[in-house]
């Protein structure tokens, strides 16, 4: 695509696209279980409550909600950050993301993570795509998904109006902060119903 065009999905032309990062641009759901899995034992928490709650959402805010009283949020959110750091173990692009990637102007789409910056760089670059220009990850933001705040940053850094961008997203919490920031949105896979979305996908292809 001509980087002077727009960006188009399904036959209709957006002013940008605004991916979310795990789970819809890259498959980091074996590194993300292992993780909080060993974070939950720690704590004598049941790990499949949390990872029912985890998808989309800030590790401090995971933190908050299930960990117990008095916990030290900064102290446990750098060891999950840096537990995640050492494994990139079985992260893959979701299929046909580098296709869509290459063919868009680096100035018409952004990531909006909640993973912290480091961390969004490494899985980034472990599966062969591309750094964005604009990259909106936890440390961005002060509220983050279901808030709005970092769609809505992200929007304002590229330029144009939310009402008019494409949202890619996985999660209830990420769906949830693309609907009230106002944007488009495409449901990747099957976390989220359908009828939440604009468009619903498996994949790129």
């Known amino acids: 695509m001509p980087a002077n065009l727009s960006p188009r999905f399904q036959n209709r032309t957006y002013a940008a696209f605004l991916f979310d990062m795990d789970g819809t641009m890259l498959d980091s759901s074996a590194v993300v279980e292992r993780t909080w899995r060993a974070w939950a034992n720690r704590h004598g928490i049941n790990p499949d409550d949390l990872l029912e709650s985890v998808h989309g959402v800030r590790s401090e805010d995971t933190i908050r909600r299930f960990g117990p009283a008095g916990i030290d949020v900064a102290e446990e959110a750098a060891w999950v950050l840096k537990a995640e750091l050492s494994d990139v173990e079985g992260v893959v692009p979701i299929a046909g993301i580098k296709a869509l990637v290459a063919d868009l102007d680096p100035d018409a789409w952004a990531v909006v993570t909640s993973a912290p910056r480091a961390l969004a760089a490494l899985r980034i670059h472990s599966v062969g795509l591309p750094m964005p220009k604009t990259l909106i990850a936890a440390e961005d933001v002060k509220q983050g998904k279901p808030n709005p705040e970092g769609f809505?940053?992200?929007?304002?850094?590229?330029?144009?109006p939310?009402?008019?961008?494409?949202?890619?997203?996985?999660?209830?919490?990420?769906?949830?902060?693309?609907?009230?920031?106002?944007?488009?949105?495409?449901?990747?896979?099957?976390?989220?119903?359908?009828?939440?979305?604009?468009?619903?996908?498996?994949?790129?292809r």
């Open 152 to 160: 809505l940053k992200a929007a304002a850094m590229l330029g144009v």
């Open 162 to 204: 939310i009402s008019e961008c494409l949202v890619f997203e996985d999660s209830p919490a990420g769906v949830a902060a693309a609907k009230a920031a106002g944007a488009h949105v495409a449901i990747v896979g099957d976390l989220v119903p359908a009828g939440e979305g604009t468009f619903i996908i498996s994949d790129y």
